[in-house]
């Protein structure tokens, strides 16, 4: 059975934002940061069912009490009209995203 992803409420820590977010929300808006932190990147555009929009890497980190890690801001648009988020992703949440082994792609079935 293959590993299955941490709850998003390990992976990311909301700031601010101006829209109701769900769970399949907060975790598009992690895999985007994620993707944009591990690569060093500054920003990208994220689209599927729920929203559209682009997250942008702040290059800062921050802390909050005892939750800390690097910050990211999503201007984003939904069904409920258009908002934004910003959110750092926890420590913790990349400790457990480094543990976990890549995906690996899936061989082609040959016919013979």
Avoid: C
């Avoid at 998003?8 to 895999?31: C, D, G, K, N, R």
């Avoid at 990208?44 to 929203?51: H, I, K, M, N, Y």
């Avoid at 750092?88 to 082609?108: D, I, V």
Wanted: no cysteine; aromatic share 8%; proline share 8%.
């Amino acid at each position: 059975m293959a590993e299955q992803t941490p709850p998003y409420w390990l992976l990311i820590s909301v700031l601010f934002s101006s829209q109701p977010l769900t769970p399949a929300l907060a975790m598009t808006l992690h895999e985007a940061a994620y993707d944009l932190y591990s690569r060093g990147e500054g920003s990208r555009e994220v689209a599927g069912d729920l929203l559209s929009g682009r997250v942008t890497n702040l290059r800062k980190d921050m802390a909050l009490g005892g939750i800390a890690g690097p910050a990211f801001e999503a201007e984003i648009e939904t069904e409920r009209g258009s908002g934004t988020v910003r959110f750092m992703l926890t420590r913790q949440g990349l400790e457990m995203m480094k543990a976990q082994p890549p995906a690996s792609p899936a061989r082609p079935k040959y016919l013979n």
